[in-house]
Nanobody, 118 residues
């Protein structure tokens, strides 16, 4: 079972990044996928999650209107489009497979660093 997150990097405030999470070793269709982040000195927080059939999505208030989550079960991939990035979005971003939004993840991917700085 593997979740491979990628797409992080250094971006200026107001910029955009698109994170990808590629799944292997399990049937992605059965799982909700969530994006989480952890900033230095802070607890990990949920950012967004998307239902197994992509009919339902959830966003933390801090990213609502700026981030968009999507998925392609055929490509075994989940994406997080991040626009209008702010310095407070700086964190390591993780994807995870869950049975429901808000549930404890069953599988975690490794993180990808996002740094928003001028």
């Amino acid at each position: 079972v593997q979740l491979q997150a990628s797409g992080g990097g250094l971006v200026q405030p107001g910029g955009s990044l698109r994170l990808s999470c590629l799944a292997s070793g399990f049937v992605l269709d059965y799982y909700v996928i969530g994006w989480f982040r952890q900033a230095p000195g802070k607890e990990r927080e949920g950012v967004s999650c998307i239902g197994s059939s992509a009919t339902s999505t959830y966003y933390a208030d801090s990213v609502k209107g700026r981030f968009t989550i999507s998925r392609s079960n055929a490509k075994k991939a989940v994406y997080l489009q991040m626009n209008s990035l702010k310095p407070e979005d700086t964190a390591v971003y993780y994807c995870a497979a869950l049975l429901a939004c808000g549930a404890e993840p069953n599988y975690w991917g490794q993180g990808t660093q996002v740094t928003v700085s001028s």
